[in-house]
């Protein structure tokens, strides 16, 4: 009977002290998350690495080391440099476009309205909505025979007839002509991230507290004032969260551009992601795939870096 | 914000995104097809919309090859593209199934975009793990490290059924290593799609027969009527195959039979040109925006007037307006300025078997192999037409087929002008193999983008092979270095 109660006590007195023990559960609760990030991100980018300086192909990957050649064959040819320029000038251009929206729509959002669920579940929907079934709904509407949105032009004379504001031509080709096809990508970065940037802002705007603004509004700040001193400056730490995820996801995205153009016309819409699929999976030339994926991590991390330590900087307690 | 308005929030996006996806991945009509055996004639009846009985065709069932049982428990399974003939996978999977409980095989087919074969043969062989068999439809040479030498199942077809389609074995075979990567069991032709009014009121009934009356008759149609041609300028299949079939009938290539590189000669500027000419006095911009969909839709919307593409597009026509599919007309390969003519395979297909699978897992894929190769007659016929033979012996109704076209064309020999397609269709590196190189080369959209940017005025023809050809000798040098492209010396 003794013996039983003190295997009870010395029981209950593990469990508890596992339950108390602050320091172990830390490390039980990151665990899952260090071996997916270890597994999942960790090992393929090592992997990465050792392709990149190895002769492999998809037929064969025993490391045979080559050292640089891999990159210095890549930095030979005009569509990786397109590429390079294309990967953070769309995401560039679609960060600045997709925070000064999502600033609006948080603004226009944190107030009252009629039917205001009903507008964030239509604003959430690209968001919601798979990445390639949005992509393949805008090849669909930029199409060069079918577009409807030059059907809804031409419908208003403003296409397709002598005289027409765009043009004589029935359609626009957005996706065969070199500007307009990286504008439509851009377009289509900003459509999908909007969603996503305007949530986040407007969780920062409800976060204000309600005493600092009703103080400026006793003080007669007007909207504007309100606005640019004391909202901006409040939810800039949560916008500079807003762009890092949406920088991060665009850099990073191959959909959008392997869908809509393939990096067509000629090479002038690819991005690293695609031009490493191309040329590293179809292409066969894993090694040099791998080198050209590898161009996107340095940048990342330092934009990571930046963006995070001006975060804290700029954090308003 | 209240717990319960997030809670519906959410429900309301879940659900309308899985309203989309439901409507985006809902099953499209396909045709049905039944099979009675008796004795040693399959009797296959096609009906259009589950109603229309078009024809009753008997297909005689070839003498399969002998093989011992397997044993117990021996797995055959299979990824394939999801042809562009709905029809033939309908057959080809009960097929596969009926062989496998013959022969003791648990046999299993999975289908997938032909796009993503590379992706999925890649993954597999890097994984060690994955499918015994797979089917390709471009030569898959930068694979032969992790893929099976077929050299005896080759050889053992050509025993069994006579001579293969040159085309199959450049697409199959590499000398440099004297391996066979890969096993072909059938290509299918890439001829002209013309509409046969517009051509004929501009003086062409029978549809252009050069380079040069395409470029006359397609500038008179876009002026007269403002219906342009369609040859794609951009990164993807058919724009690859279309701008090769030019530099082949103008008299130049990527390599020659040697495999070693030859792009920047007179030839293939003057094809260059005539590519830049071509698009500008018949195309619209939407060449360079071109995807495998394209030839198609625009065919079946009356919206080009000439293409490049296998039949499937006109099979697509025949089922949404057969009088529209009345009024297309089919072409041989054109010739080139110095009578050459060549062109491109539309696809070849090509089953690799990865190096992982052993044994009886290996044995029984190889026997597949034949017994599919044997009764290709129904894999002709069930691809309506599509599929033409490796090894012609095992299909002796093509022909006849071909001069009445048993899918119901009006006339009934509108196909016969692809009893021809042997004689003027090529492959990937002709008149070299398709070796890696050639292989890269084609995925990496070269020559798509020399012949882009001087369509677009950005570099003379001259720049532009020379730039093209810079590249390429890259790509050679390489692959030559691990031992898979040839012209050594």
Redesign the interface.
């Known amino acids: 009977m003794q013996d039983n109660a003190a295997v009870d006590t010395s029981s209950r007195f593990s469990t508890k002290y596992i339950a108390d023990n602050e320091k172990f559960l830390g490390w039980a609760f990151l665990l899952p998350a260090v071996l997916y990030i270890l597994l999942l991100v960790g090992v393929p980018f090592v992997l990465a690495i050792a392709f990149s300086l190895a002769?492999v192909?998809?037929?064969?990957?025993t490391l045979n080391f080559v050292g640089l050649q891999n990159f210095a064959?890549i930095m030979?040819?005009?569509?990786f440099w397109q590429s390079l320029r294309n990967t953070f000038g769309f995401a560039i251009t679609a960060q600045i476009i997709t925070i000064i929206l999502a600033n609006i729509l948080a603004v226009l959002l944190s107030s009252d309205f009629r039917g205001k669920?009903f507008a964030?579940?239509l604003i959430?929907?690209p968001w919601?909505?798979?990445i390639a079934?949005g992509a393949?709904g805008w090849?669909w509407l930029l199409d060069?025979?079918?577009s409807p949105i030059d059907w809804v032009l031409r419908y208003f004379s403003l296409l397709g007839g002598e005289g027409a504001l765009l043009g004589v031509?029935k359609?626009l080709?957005?996706?065969?002509?070199a500007q307009l096809?990286q504008a439509s990508i851009i377009m289509v970065y900003v459509w999908r991230m909007l969603p996503l940037s305007a949530v986040i802002l407007l969780a920062g705007l409800?976060s204000i507290p309600q005493d600092l603004l009703d103080q400026a509004e006793v003080d007669g700040s007007s909207f504007w004032r309100t606005l640019f001193q004391i909202k901006l400056p409040l939810i800039l730490p949560i916008m500079i969260i807003a762009i890092l995820f949406s920088f991060i996801y665009t850099v990073g995205d191959m959909a959008i551009v392997f869908i809509l153009?393939?990096?067509?016309?000629?090479?002038y819409t690819h991005v690293l992601p695609t031009w490493a699929y191309?040329?590293g999976?179809?292409?066969?030339?894993?090694a040099e795939g791998a080198a050209i994926a590898l161009f996107i991590f340095p940048v990342l991390l330092a934009a990571a870096i930046l963006i995070l330590r001006y975060s804290r900087r700029t954090e308003v307690t | 914000m209240k717990l319960e308005k997030l809670v519906l929030l959410f429900s309301v996006l879940v659900v309308v995104a899985l309203a989309i996806s439901a409507c985006a991945s809902a099953p499209a009509e396909t045709q049905i097809v039944t099979v009675e055996v008796p004795g040693e004639t399959i009797i296959e009846t096609v009906e259009v919309e589950g109603e229309t009985v078009i024809e009753t065709v008997e297909v005689e069932v070839e003498v399969p090859v002998e093989i011992e049982p397997f044993p117990e428990g021996t797995e055959l399974d299979i990824l394939q593209w999801s042809h562009f003939v709905p029809q033939y996978d309908t057959w080809f999977d009960p097929f596969a199934e009926d062989w496998g409980e013959t022969n003791g095989v648990n046999v299993t087919v999975d289908h997938i975009a032909l796009g993503e074969l590379p992706a999925a043969l890649t993954a597999a062989i890097d994984a060690g793990d994955g499918p015994n068999l797979v089917e390709m439809v471009f030569a898959p040479p930068q694979f032969i490290d992790g893929l099976h030498d077929l050299t005896d199942v080759n050889e053992q077809a050509q025993e069994l059924f006579g001579e293969q389609a040159e085309t199959c074995i450049a697409s199959s075979y590499l000398p440099a290593t004297d391996t066979w990567y890969g096993y072909c069991h059938g290509w299918v032709p890439d001829p002209a799609d013309y509409v046969i009014d517009l051509w004929t009121e501009v003086g062409f009934p029978e549809g252009p027969s050069t380079w040069a009356e395409l470029l006359e008759g397609g500038a008179a149609i876009k002026e007269q009527f403002g219906v342009p041609l369609g040859l794609g300028l951009s990164p993807e299949l058919d724009s690859r195959l279309a701008m090769r079939a030019i530099i082949w009938s103008h008299g130049g290539s990527v390599q020659d039979e040697n495999e070693c590189v030859v792009l920047n000669s007179p030839e293939t500027i003057e094809a260059v040109n005539f590519v830049a000419d071509l698009y500008q006095n018949t195309m619209t911009e939407e060449v360079f925006a071109w995807t495998p969909a394209s030839n198609n839709q625009g065919l079946i919307a009356g919206e080009l007037s000439y293409i490049l593409n296998s039949i499937s597009a006109y099979r697509s026509l025949q089922d949404i307006d057969p009088e529209a599919a009345d009024n297309i007309g089919f072409g041989p390969a054109l010739l080139g300025p110095r009578g050459d003519q060549h062109a491109s395979a539309h696809v070849w297909q090509i089953y690799v078997i990865p190096s992982y699978v052993e044994g009886a897992e290996l044995e029984a894929a190889k026997a597949f192999l034949l017994h599919h190769t044997a009764n290709y007659n129904q894999a002709v016929f069930n691809s309506k037409l599509y599929n033409f033979p490796a090894f012609e012996s095992t299909v002796p109704q093509l022909d006849d087929w071909l001069e009445a076209d048993p899918f119901g064309s009006r006339p009934a020999d509108k196909l016969k002008v692809l009893a021809t397609a042997k004689d003027w269709v090529t492959y990937l590196g002709y008149p070299g193999v398709a070796n890696p190189a050639i292989g890269e080369v084609f995925s990496s959209n070269i020559i798509v983008t020399m012949m882009g940017q001087v369509a677009l005025g950005e570099k003379t023809a001259e720049e532009a092979v020379a730039d093209a050809e810079a590249q390429i000798e890259e790509i050679f040098d390489k692959w030559r270095d691990q031992g898979l492209v040839g012209c050594t010396e």
Do not use: H
């Open positions: 002769d192909t998809v037929g064969d990957t064959r030979q040819t005009p569509e669920w964030l579940v959430m929907l919601s909505t798979p079934l393949i090849l060069s025979k079918f031509p359609n080709y957005y996706l065969g002509k096809a409800t153009t393939r990096g067509g016309p000629v090479y191309i040329k999976i179809e292409g066969g030339a894993l």
